[in-house]
Structures are given as structure tokens and as C-alpha cells.
Nanobody, 124 residues
């Protein structure tokens, strides 16, 4: 069992930056692929970014490519999402998730453990 806790969300103006963190406990993350997803009010959860177990491969949704960066520190059991040039449409609850198959994936049904989420609000 893996427990995930996201932090770093908040209110920011358009064009600003935030860094989200995801802390894991229960198991080491170094065996797993990781992902970030988000869900805006009234919308379905959507893929944001994913990273392989080693950090060597990353993949992003087109809507965030070039603005967001996913990274990980396996020694600290942490995953991060650096978000730059934020837009009002980035407003959502952001979730980190574990993929026990250790691969990168944009499909939320391929993730096994989820955090509770952290709210990001971008004002215009």
C-alpha cells in the first residue's frame, strides 16, 4: 500500500508559477511510474504529466507541454510538478498517482494509488 499526499497548491495570478509536491509513504516510489492528473469543477479528471520510474522518460498533455515539468527524487520518495505561465484554465484539483507497472501512462485507469489532491486556482 502506498499513501500519497500532495501539497503546494494555492491561488496565483495568471502568468505565475507554482510547484506541487507529492510525498509518498508505505513503499518506495523508485519501482513505480508516477503521474499527475487534474479535475476542474464539472469536468472529468484529465491527464497532466507522467514520469517513468527512473525519471528518464516524461510525457505531457498538449495543454501543458512547454509550461509544466514533472520530476522525481526517488531518494526522498517525492514527485514534483513545476507549473509556469499558469492560465485560468489550469484551475483544478491536482492529484498525483502511482502506476505499479512502472511505466508512463496517460490513462487514469492504469494508476493504482491516488492522493487526496491539492487545489490550484489561477485568477485572470
Amino acid at each position: 500500500q502506498v499513501q500519497l499526499v500532495e501539497s503546494g497548491g494555492g491561488l496565483v495570478q495568471a502568468g505565475g508559477s507554482l510547484t506541487l509536491s507529492c510525498a509518498a509513504s508505505g513503499r518506495t516510489l523508485s519501482d513505480y511510474g508516477m503521474g499527475w492528473f487534474r479535475q476542474a469543477p464539472g469536468k472529468e479528471r484529465e491527464f497532466v504529466a507522467t514520469i517513468s520510474w527512473s525519471g528518464g522518460r516524461t510525457y505531457y498533455a498538449d495543454s501543458v507541454k512547454g509550461r509544466f515539468t514533472i520530476s522525481r527524487d526517488n531518494a526522498k520518495n517525492m514527485v514534483y510538478l513545476q507549473m509556469n505561465s499558469l492560465k485560468p484554465e489550469d484551475t483544478a484539483v491536482y492529484y498525483c498517482a502511482v502506476n505499479k507497472m512502472a511505466k508512463t501512462s496517460a490513462r487514469d485507469d492504469e494508476y493504482d494509488y491516488w492522493g487526496q489532491g491539492t487545489q490550484v486556482t489561477v485568477s485572470s
